[in-house]
């Protein structure tokens, strides 16, 4: 019963790896560089990034009255990290301009280090390395392939098909290798160096994959949520995190002015509003979420809205997952506060598919297994195309 079961799973494995392997190999690939892709910018670019730490650091609100570009600006947000050799960013919207400007200042100095307004060549190399990883560098070919799609969104489907049947391959190996190795599992998980290379490349493929199943299993079953909305909708609904789009207000006819149901406001009136110093908003912040991490201060764009503060932890073992706040602008009282750890399990790993994906859920420790599983999966269909092409060589000669 078991042996044409067996054969049904290896005849999946087999063409599900065959028909992903050019576009598996490319992403995982490109994966295992951009694990790194935080340390890999801010290594080129570590001006950017880093101070000399040389002498008293100035208060936030200094940082910003020496912020030139403010004065033809709105300040969007300012993040701060606890290390004291880390710049402070500031992002600033200029009026006129759609997207907004990240300027890097020395906390020491006041001085401007850099801007993100023109990528640098490592951002460029990275931007490269993700495209290829996402959209197989479609969306840098200005031609349309198809007229039914946009060349991104046809990068996005063959990558959202190859991703699939990878983690296909990834399931019907496990119960390829479960029932075979579980008796002499010792033999499953080293490599017999003394064979020949046919036997040494049969034992990479399976033991390499052996090790690393259960990262490769949560990248497989993460990538195809950056590919498919339905499967991106199914992901949410399962963890609990989804939140259906809002609806459009509906436009009211309107009223007459002479109605006694009619309030005219006085257009001459505009709302105060004075937000309290970006200093006592980083100590209120840090009040409520006393930990060392990265802040993020985003403030409101009207009135009445709230000041958004986002924390995360830093370290080799630090747990992925922001903690979020929510200040009244004007007086800094909590009205809100959401601790990631206090979220119900379901929605921790719902809110977690990025983290999970790039490796990213307990810090550098994970990162680096990720970036070791997904140089291992670069490897597999490789490994795996060698061993099918020896079974039919090994097949053709035993029928000549």
């Known amino acids: 019963m078991w042996k044409p079961i ?3 799973l290896n005849d999946i494995h087999l063409y599900a790896g065959l028909l992903s392997a050019l ?44 912020l030139q570009p403010l004065q033809q600006g709105k300040l969007v947000s300012v993040t701060a990290y606890s ?31 850099a801007d993100n307004a023109k990528k640098t060549t490592s951002e460029e190399l990275m ?30 489907l063959i990558n959202g098909i190859a991703t699939s049947l990878f983690l296909l391959g990834v399931l019907t190996g496990i119960f390829l290798w479960l029932p075979k190795k579980a008796i002499n599992w010792k033999q499953g998980l080293s490599v017999k160096w003394s064979g020949n290379w046919k036997r040494i490349n049969h034992d990479l493929h399976n033991t390499l994959a052996f090790y690393s199943i259960i990262a490769l299993f949560i990248m497989a079953v993460t990538g195809p ?4 909305g339905w499967y991106k909708t199914g992901w949410q609904k399962t963890w609990d995190t989804y939140q259906a789009p809002k609806e459009e207000k509906k436009v009211e006819p309107a009223k007459d002015a002479n109605s006694p149901n009619l309030v005219l406001e006085d257009s001459t009136q505009v709302s105060e509003y004075v937000l309290i110093s970006l200093d006592e908003a ?10 060392a991490g990265v802040t993020k201060l985003t403030f409101p764009e009207d009135p009445e809205g709230d000041l958004a503060v986002s924390k995360s932890r830093t370290g080799f073992f630090a747990r992925a997952g922001a903690d979020q706040l929510k200040l009244n602008a004007q007086t800094l009282e909590l009205k809100e506060k959401v601790l990631f750890a206090e979220l119900p399990v379901r929605q921790q790993v719902g809110k ?9 859920i307990f810090g550098q420790f994970t990162k680096f297994l990720w970036a070791v599983a997904c140089a291992i ?3 597999l269909p490789i490994t795996g195309t060698m061993i099918w092409l020896n079974k039919r060589k090994k097949k053709r000669v035993a029928k000549g």
Not at 225 to 228: A, I, L
Not at 283 to 291: G, I, S
């Open 23 to 66: 576009v598996v190999i490319a992403v995982c690939f490109t994966g295992t560089l951009y694990v790194y892709n935080t340390e890999i910018r801010e290594f080129f670019d570590s001006e950017r990034y880093f101070t000399s730490a040389q002498g008293n650091p100035k208060t936030l609100e200094e940082l910003k009255s020496g």
């Open 225 to 228: 949520f950056w590919s498919f």
């Open 282 to 291: 980083m100590a209120a912040a840090t009040k409520h979420l006393t930990y």
């Open 377 to 379: 999966a670069t490897s």
């Open 83 to 113: 290390a004291a050799d880390r710049s402070v960013q500031f992002q600033v919207k200029t009026e006129g301009e759609e997207k907004v400007t990240t300027y890097f200042v020395d906390p020491y100095t006041g001085e401007v280090l």
């Open 6 to 8: 067996r054969q049904f």
């Open 352 to 360: 977690s598919v990025k983290a999970l994906h790039t490796g990213e």
């Open 127 to 156: 931007g490269y390395v993700f495209s290829l990883h996402r959209w197989l560098l479609l969306d840098k070919v200005e031609t349309p392939l198809l007229e039914s799609m946009t060349n991104q969104e046809l990068g996005r």
